[in-house]
């Protein structure tokens, strides 16, 4: 499946996505607790391996490449417009979130729990996003490296949230517990109580 659509469209989301994210690195609060270096590296390794499977021709062969989806150009453009959507709701998401935002995970000075925007919904929109670009990105590709990507994508970000998870709740208490039952991990939960939902346990 060709992914040379005119000027590269289905690669203009993630220039704006990385354009945004570079800007607005540039004006969070400083940190006063950081996740292990470790933890962090781990995440780093994850996920620049899954970019590597989503954006360049790696590997060169193998059952990596063989198709998952038909070549049909609407099916690419599909997947464009999945990663549009998961763009859009990672830079509204961050957004919000504003000067409490950062790549690792932290609690920053007179850190405020951010319940506006899409984080009345769901409380790694972000992560969310992102996920839903990865989605598109692999629609758009269509080759099995893209779900792979996908995968470690998953695996990563959630990794990443409940230690996030962990570190809000032994800030906020029962008001994040309060929190963590209205809202859903990585969707929005559909039903009160259901059991699709990953929640924050106090350390």
Request: proline share 4%; hydrophobic share 45%; with cysteine.
């Given at each position: 499946?060709?992914?040379?659509?005119?000027?590269?469209?289905?690669l203009?989301p993630?220039?704006?996505?990385a354009?945004?994210?570079?800007l607005?690195?540039?004006?969070v609060?400083?940190?006063?607790?950081?996740?292990?270096?470790?933890?962090?590296?781990?995440?780093?390794?994850?996920?620049?391996?899954?970019?590597?499977?989503?954006?360049?021709?790696?590997?060169?062969?193998?059952?990596?490449?063989?198709?998952f989806?038909?070549?049909?150009?609407?099916?690419?453009?599909?997947?464009?417009?999945?990663?549009?959507?998961?763009?859009?709701?990672?830079?509204?998401?961050?957004?919000?979130?504003?000067?409490?935002?950062?790549?690792?995970v932290?609690?920053?000075q007179?850190?405020?729990?951010?319940?506006?925007?899409p984080?009345?919904?769901?409380?790694?929109?972000?992560?969310?996003?992102?996920?839903?670009?990865?989605?598109?990105?692999?629609?758009?590709?269509?080759?099995?490296?893209?779900?792979?990507?996908?995968?470690?994508?998953?695996?990563?970000?959630?990794?990443?949230?409940?230690?996030?998870?962990?570190?809000?709740a032994?800030?906020?208490?029962?008001?994040?517990?309060?929190?963590?039952?209205?809202?859903?991990?990585?969707?929005?939960?559909?039903?009160?109580?259901?059991?699709?939902?990953?929640?924050?346990?106090?350390?």
């Open positions: 499946m060709s992914t040379h659509l005119p000027w590269h469209i289905d203009l993630w220039y704006v996505f354009a945004y994210w570079g607005t690195a540039l004006t609060k400083r940190a006063k607790v950081t996740e292990k270096s470790a933890d962090r590296l781990a995440t780093l390794a994850v996920m620049v391996t899954a970019f590597v499977l989503l954006f360049y021709e790696w590997p060169s062969t193998g059952p990596l490449r063989l198709h989806a038909p070549a049909e150009r609407w099916i690419v453009w599909f997947g464009v417009a999945i990663t549009t959507l998961g763009v859009v709701l990672a830079i509204w998401a961050r957004r919000c979130l504003g000067e409490y935002w950062s790549a690792r932290t609690l920053k007179d850190h405020q729990l951010i319940r506006s925007g984080y009345r919904y769901v409380r790694h929109p972000i992560y969310t996003g992102m996920l839903l670009g990865a989605v598109g990105r692999a629609i758009t590709i269509g080759e099995w490296r893209g779900v792979l990507a996908v995968a470690l994508i998953l695996v990563a970000h959630s990794r990443k949230a409940l230690r996030e998870q962990r570190m809000l032994g800030e906020f208490g029962e008001e994040y517990a309060r929190y963590c039952g209205e809202t859903g991990f990585l969707f929005p939960r559909v039903w009160p109580n259901s059991r699709m939902d990953t929640r924050s346990k106090h350390p």
